[in-house]
């Protein structure tokens, strides 16, 4: 429906039809906090999208409007002189347009309308859909392509210049997923594979504890990089190769266990651990046993809540809740904590007894009322016919 109604208002705006991009928003299965430390991370792009409607233009301008919070029109000029924007879409493109214009990058005239049905905030990685469908949609009207890998890169530096210093987990997801696969990533080298989901008969739903994440957030989320950084430092001092958390083992951490911060050693031994559990997810999804991809998710989430700390009593309201439940195989928190989703693996045949019952009882125990989201898996990026 997004995508027909974005298109019809492009057709009545401009008076043609437009190329249209679909940049999906992307899930997690497994691999929290790992991405920052080198490590593994097992994300799968999903239906739920950003679509750009693109036509060129001759003006000399890049013309954008959106239906994503309310209606809003932003004019970007071509040689990167334009100021910042209110609105935080628009920061996120004149960032991008600021980094093309430093690669020389030969950008023309668009129009381009969008929208999408990516619940913000909800941990679904809207601004990785946003800023590479942007850039995807950039490349097809100025005629000069950029490959994925090029395209995750220029996504990322404009996040850091918006002040988020992400991994390329999100990006990497959002441009090469591919339906009813999980994609695995090896934040170490960046090689990455497709791991088939093997799971008839299970869906997955997301549950929006409706937590939401506050500024605190990026302070913690600091700290937790910086117990790790204090880790490697300790660990360097006998192991001159070690680069980051990638290179310590759980017996590198016993033999610093006095001289280390307990807190630190705590954090570190999860990111450790959950390496591992991306590992096994990935033999459990091609092996299409549910059994163990639901116990791997139930240890990663009670991981993040006792090990990283990043959960919340609702968080873990709702995966207690889950383990109640006959037809719920396993649930976790999804994404850098501290409010958001858990992303649960259910028997589809008892999927709307399940979905039912996690609402009535978390409100019942929180008084919160959560909302839920079908996900299904899909293609990354791509041009819609």
Not at 119 to 140: H, N, V
Not at 179 to 201: Q, R, T, V
Not at 239 to 248: A, I, P
Request: neutral net charge.
């Amino acid at each position: 429906m997004v995508q027909k109604e974005i298109v019809s208002y492009f057709t009545e705006q401009y008076n043609t039809q437009p190329l249209v991009i679909k940049a999906p928003g992307r899930i997690n299965l497994i691999g929290e906090h790992t991405d920052y430390n080198e490590g593994l991370v097992l994300p799968a792009s999903i239906e739920k999208a950003i679509y750009f409607a693109v036509s060129p233009n001759e003006s000399g301008e890049i013309k954008i409007e959106t239906f994503l919070t309310q209606p809003e029109k932003i004019t970007f000029q071509l040689n990167g002189k334009h100021n910042k924007y209110a609105r935080f879409w628009g920061n996120y493109f004149k960032a991008i347009i600021d980094i093309l214009v430093e690669e020389k990058y030969p950008l023309k005239g668009m129009n381009c309308v969008f929208g999408g049905d990516i619940p913000i905030g909800s941990g679904l990685s809207s601004s990785a859909a946003l800023c590479c469908g942007f850039i995807y949609a950039i490349t097809k009207i100025s005629g000069k392509a950029l490959t994925r890998e090029h395209i995750a890169l220029i996504a990322q530096k404009a996040e850091h210049k918006i002040g988020l210093n992400c991994g390329l987990m999100d990006q990497y997801a959002v441009l090469f997923g591919k339906k009813e696969n999980a994609f695995f990533l090896d934040c170490k080298d960046l090689s990455h594979s497709y791991i088939p989901i093997n799971l008839k008969g299970y869906s997955w739903v997301l549950i929006n504890s409706n937590i939401k994440h506050n500024l605190a957030v990026d302070s913690e989320y600091n700290k937790r990089r910086t117990s790790c950084e204090n880790i490697v430092e300790l660990v360097q001092q006998n192991k001159k190769n070690v680069k980051s958390l990638r290179d310590v083992g759980l017996d590198d951490l016993q033999l610093i266990s006095t001289k280390a911060d307990k807190t630190d050693i705590k954090r570190a031994r999860y990111i450790i651990e959950e390496n591992s559990r991306v590992r096994q997810m990935m033999q459990a999804l091609t092996a299409g046993n549910a059994q163990n991809v639901g116990e791997i998710l139930r240890q990663g989430h009670w991981a993040m809540s006792s090990q990283y700390e990043i959960t919340t009593p609702e968080l873990d309201t709702l995966v207690k809740i889950g383990e109640e439940l006959d037809g719920v195989m396993g649930s976790r928190m999804m994404g850098g904590g501290f409010g958001g989703c858990t992303i649960n693996l259910v028997e589809t045949s008892k999927l709307n007894t399940c979905i039912t019952s996690l609402l009535e009882k978390y409100k019942e125990r929180t008084g919160i009322d959560a909302e839920y989201y079908h996900l299904a898996i899909d293609d990354g990026v791509k041009e819609m016919n």
